[in-house]
């Protein structure tokens, strides 16, 4: 009963990789959320995306990209990792205003 | 900006009895949707109920409900008969706009046998 699958549960990477992080949803839900967790802050949203190919940023997009090439498919680009940027990721689909359904999250370590 | 405010860090509850979770929330806007989201220690978060700021009538599922004070901005969700699979962090979230949701920082539930 998978419906937000997030590629991988742990990343380790170094400062200054470009890391991808993928997000799969089947539900065809037009709106797809790239979160990250971090421990005393709550969730905070990265991007979003309502459609394919568009895209808003959220409440911390510096240092991040993302991609909506396929309604089902929406990746987190981190161009240039960087320690700070050592978090939980979670991936979100939904319909109209409701954030409905969680990825399992993908923790992710930069070195 | 809107803010979420869960003013509890962690609350305590013994099997079977009834715990409230607090959230306000601060919003100039008039229409919006309120969350609560369960998120057990095996991560994967997911969402227990929702109430449309429109609707007077308090949502419920199941054990699950919620007291929601409009005037107040206040949206606390109920647990009663509390079970050992509630254990959980607890999220509240509000949402004015599609896809711009505010979460509170969470409530870490601990459930004692």
């Known amino acids: 009963d998978v419906k937000v699958t997030q590629s991988s549960r742990y990343l380790v990477k170094r400062t200054g990789e470009k890391v991808f992080l993928e997000c799969v949803q089947d539900?065809?839900?037009?709106?797809m959320f790239w979160y990250r967790q971090d421990p005393g802050l709550g969730l905070r949203l990265i991007y979003f995306s309502y459609d394919v190919k568009m895209k808003e940023k959220g409440d911390i997009p510096e240092g991040y990209s993302v991609s909506r090439e396929k309604k089902e498919r929406f990746s987190l680009i981190l161009e240039s990792a960087s320690t700070n940027q050592t978090s939980m990721y979670l991936c979100?689909?939904?319909?109209?205003?409701?954030?409905?359904?969680f990825g399992a999250g993908t923790r992710l370590s930069v070195l | 900006a809107q803010t979420v405010t869960q003013s509890q860090p962690e609350m305590s509850v013994q099997e079977a009895e009834t715990v409230t979770l607090s959230c306000t929330y601060d919003t100039s806007e008039s229409d919006y949707y309120l969350f609560w989201y369960k998120q057990p220690p095996s991560r994967q978060m997911i969402l227990v109920i929702r109430q449309e700021a429109y609707k007077q009538q308090n949502a419920t599922e199941n054990r699950f409900s919620v007291n929601f004070q409009k005037a107040a901005k206040s949206f606390s969700l109920k647990i009663s008969d509390s079970q050992l699979g509630d254990a959980a962090m607890y999220f509240c979230?509000?949402?004015?706009?599609?896809?711009?949701?505010?979460f509170g920082d969470g409530t870490t539930l601990t459930v004692k046998p």
């Open positions: 979100a689909s939904g319909e109209g205003r409701i954030v409905q359904y």
């Open positions: 979230a509000y949402t004015a706009n599609a896809g711009k949701s505010t």
């Open positions: 539900m065809d839900h037009e709106n």
